[in-house]
C-alpha cells in the first residue's frame, strides 16, 4: 500500500457500531481517501470483518475491513494516539473545546507535522452517538456543520466527511490544494498540436466546407473566421487534429470512393 507518513498516522475509530454494514461502509470512505487505519470498539457483531453485510459494503476496501483492529475499550484504541478529536454535533459542558470539522482537520495537518504520535477520528454509535465518558478521553471535539433541522448523519457518511476533509487539508499541506490526480486528468498532459498542424487543418476544414455546400469561397461570410475562433479556444492537440482531418477528408471524398487509393 502506498500511503503517504501522515496518512498512515491518522487513525478512525468506531466505538461500539450496531451495523457490521457501517462498519464495511467505514472501511470504504476510509481507504477512498488515502487511509487505512480503522480501529472497531466492542462491535456489537465480534465477526463483523467475515459479516456478509460488512463485506458487502465494503467492496473494494476488504484489504482495510481485514486488517481491522478490535478493542475492547476505547482507551485501548487510543494507545498510542497524541491528540484525539470526539465526532459530535454539539458542545458539552465539560468535554473538550468545539471546532468546525473543517477546522479541525487543518489542525490536525499542522499537529502531525509538529508532534509524534497518531491522530484519531472518534466517532460513536449509530443510535446515541459517544457518550460523556467516551468525548473526555479526546482532546478536541469536531462537528460537522449540518442543518438544525436535520442535523443527524449516518455512522458511515459521518466517516466518509470526515476522512475527506481529512484527505484535502494533507494535500492542501503539500501545496496541492483543490488539485487532481495524474490519471484523474489522464488527456490533459497531450502537447498542443504545431502551428502548422493547426494550419493544415483549416484548409482542410475550408476545402471540406466547400465540398458539402456549407462554405461559398466567392462569398464566405463568417464561416472561417468564427471556425478558427471556436477552435482556437479548444487548444487543440496532434490526436484532435488527426481526427478532425479525416472527418474532413471523408466530407471531401467518402471511404467508398476512396477505397483502393492512398490520396484523400
Known sequence: MNTPELARRVRFVLCEPSHPGNIGSAA?????????????????????????????????????????????????ALEGVTFAWALTGYDREFGPPMSPLREATVKTDAWLKNYDGDVAFVFGTERSGLTNEEVMLCQGSAAIAADPESPS???????????????????????????????????????PATNEAVEGFFAHWEKAM????????????????????????????QTEIDLLRGICAAIIRPKKDRAGSKKP
Request: charged share 25%; aromatic share 8%.
Open 153 to 191: 448523519l449516518n455512522l458511515a457518511q459521518a466517516v466518509q466527511l470526515t476522512a475527506y476533509e481529512m484527505h484535502m487539508a494533507l494535500l492542501a499541506g503539500e501545496g496541492h490544494e483543490g488539485g487532481l490526480y495524474d490519471w484523474q486528468s489522464r488527456f490533459g498532459h497531450e502537447a
Open 210 to 237: 466547400i465540398a458539402c455546400g456549407v462554405h461559398d469561397p466567392e462569398h464566405p461570410k463568417f464561416l472561417m473566421p468564427i471556425t478558427r475562433r471556436l477552435f482556437g479556444r479548444s487548444g487543440l492537440t
Open 28 to 76: 470504504r470512505a476510509v481507504k477512498t481517501m488515502g487511509f487505512r487505519d480503522l480501529r472497531v470498539v466492542a462491535p456489537r457483531e465480534a465477526d463483523y470483518r467475515t459479516h456478509e453485510e460488512a463485506v458487502a459494503y465494503a467492496t473494494s476496501s476488504i484489504d482495510v475491513l481485514e486488517a481491522s483492529r478490535s478493542h475492547a475499550t476505547l482507551a485501548e
